[in-house]
């Protein structure tokens, strides 16, 4: 994901309960305290709820989120073929809102 393409995002997605913070290191976007997206490595990563993840795996447009090699990060996912990410996105922001605090990042 391009720099341009992640400050469109961040645009989109930021409001009075969505914020920007940093992650890894890397920028990414939170509700709460819970981040659900970051720009790791040039590249969209979401956390998702597990069918949605493996769906998008299954299907080509997403690979498991390895930040280390061996070492994935359960119920996140790098996105690798969405021509628009908006609804990944909010699917992923409206998950982590909704999600028991022991099961987020």
Do not use: H
């Amino acid at each position: 994901m391009t720099e341009d393409g992640w400050e469109d995002l961040v645009d989109r997605f930021t409001d009075g309960e969505v914020t920007r913070g940093t992650m890894f290191g890397c920028q990414g976007l939170r509700t709460g305290r819970k981040f659900f997206a970051i720009r790791w490595q040039e590249q969209l990563v979401l956390k998702l709820p597990p069918a949605r993840l493996t769906a998008l795996v299954e299907d080509g447009g997403g690979t498991p989120f390895e930040p280390m090699e061996g070492r994935q990060m359960n119920g996140w996912v790098v996105l690798t073929g969405a021509a628009d990410p908006s609804p990944l996105v909010e699917d992923a922001r409206a998950y982590v809102a909704t999600a028991p605090s022991g099961g987020s990042a």
